[in-house]
């Protein structure tokens, strides 16, 4: 069965750091782009960042560009994201996404929620 | 505010057909694929179509996509409760050089 759990979510102080991670299993990992996708209470979802199954093509949103950064290991069949600098404005549940060859974001995880606050 | 700019909201009766909208622009509809998404508070969004028109298999036909120029339109025939959800439409955007969702439209079935 493919399946992605996202974990790492906590509640951390404004300018703080969290690390988040997805593990994958039941697909060839290093063949699949990976994304990042985050929804904010009571607001719709956003795109926030993906990587190649190499990691040579890595994108990001520009609201969090230069603060996050996306990486993987694929001998671990695991993404992560690192977040630097949070803002209240990054509280949200994140999702990690499986990207199929047609682009399309067929799989998704259950998601991990991250509070910015003091 | 987005730039795929959807309703925020759209209504139905069982059994009806009702159309969701997503208007972007040339760098994003206009020149790549558009996809829709079904998502739930609490779950994981579940992808309903791909590449314009394209449906998953398990997806049922009373969904179906289209697009024409810088716009696209999700339709939902038959209208059943469980439809009641938030709709999304994403594209990949050229001059961002990165993924866009729309603002998303709240479907409720009265």
């Known amino acids: 069965e493919v399946q992605l759990v996202e974990s790492g979510g906590d509640l951390v102080k404004p300018g703080g750091s969290l690390r988040l991670s997805c593990a994958a299993s039941?697909?060839?990992?290093?063949?699949?782009?990976m994304n990042w996708v985050r929804q904010a209470p009571g607001k719709g979802l956003e795109w926030v960042s993906s990587?190649?199954?190499?990691?040579?093509?890595?994108y990001y949103a520009d609201s969090v560009k230069g603060r996050f950064t996306i990486s993987r290991d694929n001998a671990k069949n695991s993404l992560y994201l690192q977040m630097n600098s949070l803002r209240a404005e990054d509280t949200a549940v994140y999702y990690c996404a499986k990207e199929e060859h047609t682009e399309a974001f067929e799989i998704w995880g259950q998601g991990t929620m991250v509070t910015v606050s003091s | 505010q987005s730039v795929l700019t959807q309703p925020p909201s759209a209504s139905g009766t069982p059994g009806q057909r009702v159309t969701i909208s997503c208007s972007g622009s040339s760098s994003n509809i206009g020149s790549n694929y558009v996809y829709w998404y079904q998502h739930l508070p609490g779950t994981a969004p579940k992808l309903l179509i791909y590449?314009?028109?394209q449906r998953p298999s398990g997806v049922p036909d009373r969904f179906s996509g289209s697009k024409s120029g810088t716009s696209a339109s999700l339709a939902i025939s038959g209208l059943r409760s469980e439809d009641e959800a938030d709709y999304y439409c994403?594209?990949?955007?050229?001059?961002?050089?990165?993924?866009?969702f729309g603002g998303g439209t709240k479907l409720t079935v009265l």
């Open positions: 994403a594209a990949w955007d050229d001059s961002l050089s990165g993924r866009l």
């Open positions: 990587i190649g199954g190499t990691s040579r093509s890595i």
């Open positions: 039941g697909f060839p990992f290093s063949s699949y782009s």
């Open positions: 590449r314009n028109n």
